[in-house]
């Protein structure tokens, strides 16, 4: 017999899938929000396909973009007049006129400057100290990415729980960044990624913590040439922790609290197909655990989608803003393989001139067992509303 708990899920899945309809909006109607669209247009495509510049500075005024880059050399700076010269209502790019590429019988831009593999352009600066962006992009929809984020979780059913504040504080710091060998490419990076994650029990007079996880993990990634492939590779520490109150009030007696703590290897593989839509998927292994007798392994796979910039988004927020839509699947061996699932989906808003920040507000689904160490045995349901901020 089919569960309540698959139709709620099923229903969570077509909520989620339908905000990704956008409501039909009156067309632009001046220069100055023309000039907003084709910003966030522009940032959008230096974004997925020239991850590799860096202190990226983009002003559009009366159709004229001006862009100025780190490792913008002369065979990037041509690709990128072509690209964005395609674009409806670009009139010039760095003051080349955008007419001779829209002349009848023209090649494609993107062929036509392309290097011969079909790589892009790798940056003349070979090797960077704390560079500013990441080469593995944020997991949108797992709930323990580090980044900072507040949130309000109602649980569904739970025994003790029904208003949660959910908050995490943490981000991924880039250290040393360099080209990979000739005959790879790419770039490859290490990092340091840290975070930590606490619920809190909003029904309670005091507000009481009720679980602190603590999370750190150096890290390996890289990006090919292209883009549209990047990797991850982390060894991450963490060990959770009652809050005070749940001790002090005895909620959890002593002799039935669980010491979480594990350190674990995990391998994280992501491909952006097309523009807009990346999957990924990757592998966890505990190398040690308390308790003990925890099964060691489980898989992680995903998929995000970006609407990219859309007149009328950039006509109602800004020319950054998209709308952002992330579900991530986490099997754990110690659950009999059944699926974690947590759906993510709202709008998103970014600035050319801070392309590595994000702000996003975000519609929440999540079923399974319990992201929260000490709770890592029960299952919850919660629907919820949350403000993420990546760096």
């Known amino acids: 017999m089919i569960s309540r708990k698959f139709f709620r899920t099923l229903l969570a899945a077509g909520m989620f899938a339908a905000s990704a309809v956008p409501a039909v909006a009156a067309p632009v109607a001046n220069d100055e929000t023309k000039d ?162 606490g619920i809190f029990d909003l029904d309670a007079d005091s507000k009481d913590l009720i679980n602190a996880d603590y999370w750190v993990a150096p890290a390996l990634s890289y990006r090919n040439k292209e883009g549209d492939f990047s990797l991850l590779a982390r060894l991450l520490h963490q060990s959770s922790h009652l809050g005070d109150e749940q001790l002090t009030n005895r909620k959890i007696p002593l002799d039935k609290r669980i010491n979480l703590s594990y350190e674990a290897a995990q391998v994280l593989f992501s491909f952006r197909k097309e523009e807009d839509i990346r999957v990924y998927a990757g592998a966890q292994f505990l190398l040690h655990k308390e308790p003990s007798d925890l099964e060691p392994w489980s898989i992680q796979y995903g998929v995000q989608w970006s609407s990219g910039p859309r007149p009328w988004l950039s006509k109602i927020f800004s020319p950054g803003a998209s709308v952002v839509l992330g579900a991530d699947f986490k099997n754990l061996e110690e659950a009999d393989w059944d699926a974690n699932v947590s759906l993510r989906g709202g709008l998103q808003f970014k600035d050319a001139n801070f392309p590595s920040m994000k702000f996003q507000i975000m519609f929440e689904y999540f079923t399974g067992k319990s992201p929260n160490g000490q709770f890592f045995r029960e299952t919850i349901e919660y629907f919820g509303l949350g403000l993420h901020l990546y760096f």
Request: contains cysteine.
């Open 36 to 197: 907003l669209f084709i910003k966030g247009y522009a940032f959008a495509v230096l974004e997925r396909e020239f991850t590799l510049l860096t202190d990226v500075k983009l002003t559009v005024s009366n159709g004229e973009i001006t862009i100025t880059a780190s490792g913008l050399d002369r065979e990037t700076k041509s690709r990128l007049i072509a690209i964005f010269c395609l674009r409806k209502g670009v009139k010039k790019v760095n003051r080349t006129d955008c007419t001779e590429f829209r002349q009848p019988g023209a090649m494609d831009a993107r062929k036509a400057t392309a290097p011969a593999d079909g790589a892009l352009p790798v940056p003349t600066t070979k090797k960077e100290f704390f560079p500013k962006n990441d080469l593995f992009a944020p997991l949108i929809a797992d709930p323990r990415w580090p980044h900072f984020s507040a949130g309000l979780q109602n649980y569904s059913g739970h025994k003790t729980l029904s208003s949660v504040g959910a908050v995490s504080f943490g981000e991924t710091f880039s250290l040393y960044r360099r080209n990979a060998f000739q005959s790879v490419g790419g770039r490859w990076e290490l990092g340091l990624q840290a975070a930590v994650f």
